[in-house]
């Protein structure tokens, strides 16, 4: 059975006459007659009763047209489905956020974005850190990942950096630099400093120690974070002070604050995002994905330039 023989039964039934259901598939009629004996064969009798100047349906044709039609719908729903798929329409894509990426305001304008052009795509989100979503990349665990860059690339393994916010300084209130509206990295080289564990995000962590060496002190390190969203409580119970991307900022927590660096002349260190994902990965959804990157990605909404509120 073949689902022409399918479309050549259901128009006969909903035609009543050959001639007219040959016109409407496109056939002659001896030819459609015979692929109807061939059904008929198949299925173990009669799908019509032959009358002079129309067909009618047998018992048999009235139990089979229901089921053909059934049969025909979800083969064009399912064509329909797969057409949106290669088309990157529809799908999934499961996307990881390292390392707090997804407080970075062009990371969920750019999701929302994609969702409502793409809704039939659905976007699977999962939160771990650099070093894992790297290692699930290549392991086909994620299709995609925002991660802290610079990182050593796996072999296979692309990646677009998406922002390049600046960090910023987080203090426990009562600090002596709360008093200033810019602090000097410098004035904290008495300070221990609350870190990710480098192995885990290695980007963070290594841009930090260069920073504070850029300021002429290598830093003291204390109670290590297990994760950039823990810092802040860290730094509230005093623990010591740290370096976080400007987007941590929007984590409110009694009894610390966040300040701009004041870098003397010098450059204000960088926290990049990058999106990462495997260089033959085969989705037509994630090249859609990709496509709607932001476009001025280096253009960061927040800039050291713009003091950081800090929390009272």
């Excluded at 129309?54 to 064009?76: N, S, Y």
């Excluded at 979503?133 to 050593?152: G, H, K, Y």
């Excluded at 677009?160 to 600046?166: Q, R, T």
């Amino acid at each position: 059975m073949e689902l022409r023989h399918l479309q050549y039964f259901i128009a006969v039934a909903q035609e009543r006459h050959f001639t007219r259901a040959a016109a409407r598939v496109g056939i002659q009629q001896p030819p459609l007659s015979l692929q109807i004996r061939q059904l008929e064969a198949e299925l173990g009798g009669p799908l019509f009763v032959r009358l002079p100047r129309d067909v009618v349906l047998t018992e048999l044709g009235e139990a089979f047209l229901p089921e053909a039609q059934q049969i025909l719908e979800r083969v064009a729903r399912t064509k329909r489905r797969m057409q949106q798929i290669s088309r990157g329409e529809a799908g999934h894509i499961r996307i990881g956020f390292a390392g707090a990426t997804y407080f970075e305001p062009r990371i969920p304008a750019w999701i929302r974005d994609f969702r409502a052009r793409y809704p039939d795509v659905q976007l699977h989100p999962q939160q771990s850190n650099t070093a894992s979503l790297l290692s699930a990349l290549t392991q086909d665990a994620v299709d995609a990942a925002f991660i802290r860059t610079p990182f050593e690339v796996p072999d296979g393994i692309v990646s677009a950096l998406v922002a390049d916010e600046p960090m910023v300084v987080v203090l426990p209130l009562g600090h002596p630099m709360c008093a200033r509206e810019r602090v000097p990295l410098a004035a904290l080289a008495q300070d221990a400093f609350i870190l990710l564990p480098r192995d885990i995000s290695p980007a963070l962590y290594d841009r930090t120690i260069a920073a504070c060496e850029a300021a002429g002190f290598r830093p003291t390190l204390g109670q290590e974070a297990p994760q950039i969203t823990s810092i802040v409580p860290m730094v509230a119970a005093g623990f010591g002070v740290s370096l976080v991307p400007a987007s941590v900022s929007q984590i409110r927590t009694p009894g610390m604050g966040f300040w701009p660096i004041d870098a003397a002349g010098g450059d204000v260190p960088l926290a990049p995002i990058s999106l990462a994902y495997r260089a033959d990965h085969g989705s037509a959804a994630l090249d859609r994905f990709i496509a709607m990157m932001p476009g001025n990605a280096l253009d960061s909404p927040r800039s050291a330039d713009n003091p950081v509120d800090a929390t009272q």
